[in-house]
Nanobody
Framework: QVQLVESGGGLVQAGGSLRLSCAAS????????MGWFRQAPGKEREFVAA????????RYADSVKGRFTISRDNAKITVYLQMNSLKPEDTAVYYC??????????????????WGQGTQVTVSS
């Protein structure tokens, strides 16, 4: 069982940066593929970024490629999402997720077993 707690969200102007953190509990964190998803009002939850358990493999949604970076620190059992050059369309609740099933970063919600409660990111124009 893994519990995930996101932090680092907030209000930022367009062009600014934020770093989200996802702190995990559980001794097997290093075996989990981790992902970030987001959900804007009235829209479905969508994939943002994912990272393999080793950190060697990452995957990004086209909409954030080149602006966002996912990373993890297994010693601190934390995964991060560095978000630069933020746009108003990045406004959403951001969720951290963990997968026991897949070893490679997955874009699919159904691949993830555990979810955090989310953190709000608001980008003003």
């Amino acid at each position: 069982q893994v519990q995930l707690v996101e932090s680092g969200g907030g209000l930022v102007q367009a062009g600014g940066s934020l770093r989200l953190s996802c702190a995990a509990s559980g001794r097997t964190f290093s075996r989990y593929t981790m992902g970030w998803f987001r959900q804007a009002p009235g829209k479905e939850r969508e994939f943002v970024a994912a990272i393999s358990w080793s950190g060697d493999s990452t995957r990004y949604a086209d909409s954030v490629k080149g602006r966002f970076t996912i990373s993890r620190d297994n010693a601190k059992i934390t995964v991060y999402l560095q978000m630069n050059s933020l746009k108003p369309e990045d406004t959403a609740v951001y969720y951290c997720a963990a997968s026991r099933v897949v070893s490679n970063p997955s874009i699919y919600l159904r691949a993830y077993d555990f979810w955090g409660q989310g953190t709000q990111v608001t980008v003003s124009s």
